[in-house]
DNA sequence: CCTATTACGCAACGCTGTTGCTAAATTCTC
DNA sequence: GAGAATTTAGCAACAGCGTTGCGTAATAGG
């Protein structure tokens, strides 16, 4: 729910989604490291605190006795105040997960999903498996949506699935109504790879630069976060980076183009030369950071995290040799802390980012 | 300026920077367009419209009387109540322009810069031409400030220029701090690239979606506007879209890697052989929307404007034939509106934005 | 026991945009 | 032609935000 105008609200959403980015990154913070962070009056502080504790979103945990002067009350969040449910629906296979409010994975299961699969059949997969999940828990008024992640093309805005690639079934379903009608429950829908990268963001808090993560799964993607947000271009279809040509006059592509990225990774990873995929995508990765500058690289999916370390080690090696000026330009590469839980995890924490993370200010319309 | 709390001085900006974009787009409008275009409220709006007015940016322009009750008043922008210079800094040459609020450019001229030019050089160079400018015209209290955009790479938020390629005596040259010193004015520097993309989000104002500036000169790069702000990377390094790999085990390219789009473009283009090169460069750019899902390719640089039919005709055929789904895939392909001007208008743009335009909100320090 | 220091809240304030209402200017209707 | 209807736009009071000024509580040191 992005809104146009900037009001008073705006103000207050603004302020209290720092304290919460702090909260997440700290197991415990004072007032002072608020004011020293966020660059409030300790006054404003005290009324944005006073707020989150009323909602049950962070509490205090003791003093803090550093000598001299009066002690200072130590603050943390409240993991378990705010729930989220995410899902992550790939081509044969549904993953759901529970991540609480500092962006914890609570619990994690996958189910097979049939050949070709219909919205129908999506629909009840997901009732089911949400049900196992809150069956045996108390989260009343503590679940604060669902979060699906998907192939695309789709519609992030409209929560609209235009075309899932490989899916038959999958023509302009507005599978976000279908899923509120369904569940009952807020429904967040976006691609897989924009879903993995906030993972990654929320959980570092407020402090995460620019980014991508690297998806290798029966394809190849990228989710990219620029600017303190998810990037999805025009018509939520950025990060479609499997096919970009690296190879003029190479191999077809299913896309239709030459020498994509994609199909040369993988007819080096058919054959067996992890080696040589990776170095492939590792191509890629650079190709990136020469256009849009990132300061994390992440790896994920289950086609690279099967040989995680080939793959971390050929791209560190691309990353500080192949890009020039490495003094200054350091860009850090790691494997994705939430291993094959990101999508999912992702998917869930960007329902919790809508309601505790940065307000949108959406531009003038039309 | 980033501040890193949100006040409601924000909110004042904001807002007013929503109305000043409006006002960029159309020749005249009234209340009930900004009320539609924002969803403030018509109270909130005359609030707006009274500050504005009283600093002199917008004017009323007449009435409209459309028939049944009170005639509208009708508002426009007053173009000339503000001006900024911009300076593009190549190799070569040093362009300046003159732009007023609207965007509109009242002044271009270029001239030769010294081979390997110091920085004192340019300093001189800049004060004569800006000299010349000012001369003939009273500016007092409307000139805003001076941008340069320049090859990088550089810092952006210091002002530094790291090191400009090719040009011996740029190494770590605080060119903000020696800038403003020397020409007693704000002095706002960026990569020319980013300048340039800033110029055409600035002319279609708040309606401007994710876009790329392609710029052929002397090397190849590309200037972001994503999320309604300048894209620039988290080292100011964004942008080198000239050294991405098309072809992999390519020709040695000078940044050290094989088969860059530089160096292939150029290859063609030194052969004589325009439409290759135009068709090269076409495959970069269809990588940059497979990536990012660009909805504006804006094509711009001396090298590629001597032959601006052939690169626009490769360019839309590639856009249109590459990428899948282009039902709902739109990307509209244009040539720089302001032709060669472009970088040095954007630059100076971009001192306008900085003050007119949407504030930035920065995130947690640290 | 008094003082210095640190933490933190209360109260008043200035500034947003919002809400409720009134006034002005025009066309339409009888 | 006079009143009704419609549209525009401002005035006044209000709520909510962060800020400023100042008072109070809690600790260590002398």
Redesign the interface.
């Known amino acids: 729910m992005t ?6 609200t ?2 207050r959403g ?2 209290q989604a ?1 304290v919460m ?2 909260g997440r990154t700290v197991p415990t913070f004072e007032r002072s490291t608020i004011v020293q ?4 009056t300790p006054q ?1 502080v005290s009324k944005v605190i006073a707020r989150l504790t009323a909602d049950g979103l962070i509490r205090t945990a003791g003093v803090r006795r550093p000598g001299i002067g009066k002690p200072a009350v130590v603050y943390e969040l409240v993991p378990d105040s705010r729930y989220a449910i995410g899902a992550h629906v790939a081509r044969r296979t549904l993953r759901l997960v529970l991540v609480d409010l500092a962006g914890a994975v609570h619990h994690s299961a996958v189910s097979p999903l049939p050949d070709d699969f219909t919205p129908q059949q999506l629909l009840h997969a997901l009732r089911t498996g949400i049900g196992a999940i809150t069956a045996g828990r108390d989260l009343r008024g503590r679940l604060t949506g669902v979060g699906i992640g998907m192939i695309g ?1 789709l519609d992030h805005e409209h929560g609209l699935v ?2 899932a690639h490989g899916l038959r079934h999958w023509h302009d379903v507005p599978l976000r109504e279908l899923a509120e009608a369904h569940l009952g429950l807020p429904v967040h829908l976006d691609k897989d790879v924009t879903a993995g990268v906030t993972a990654e963001a929320w959980r570092h ?3 995460f ?2 980014a991508v993560l690297i998806m290798v799964e029966s394809g190849i993607g ?1 989710g ?1 976060w ?4 998810a ?11 499997g ?6 006059d ?1 191999p077809l592509c299913v ?3 030459h ?1 994509c990225l994609e199909i ?1 990774h993988n007819r080096a990873a058919e054959a067996g030369d992890i080696a040589r995929a990776a170095r ?1 995508l590792a ?1 890629g990765v ?3 950071l ?6 994390h690289v992440v790896l994920a999916g289950a086609d690279l995290l099967r040989y995680a370390q080939p793959y971390l080690a050929a791209v560190e090696e691309a990353v500080h040799t ?1 890009v ?2 490495a003094d ?4 850090d590469v790691t494997l994705s802390s939430l291993g094959a839980d990101v999508i999912a995890a992702g998917a869930a924490m960007q329902v919790l980012d809508r309601h505790y993370g ?1 307000p949108e ?1 959406a ?4």
Chains 1, 2 share one sequence.
């Open positions: 809104r146009t105008t900037a009001d008073v705006f103000l603004y302020n720092l980015a702090v962070a966020t660059g409030l404003a093309p235009r075309d808090g407020g402090t630069g620019d990228g990219f620029l600017g303190g947000t990037h999805r271009g025009a018509h939520t279809n950025a990060g479609e980076f096919h970009t040509v690296v190879e003029l190479g896309c239709g183009r020498g040369v492939v191509v650079v190709n990136l020469q256009t849009l500058d990132l300061a192949d020039p000026r200054w330009l350091t860009t940065v200010l531009l003038l319309q039309g």
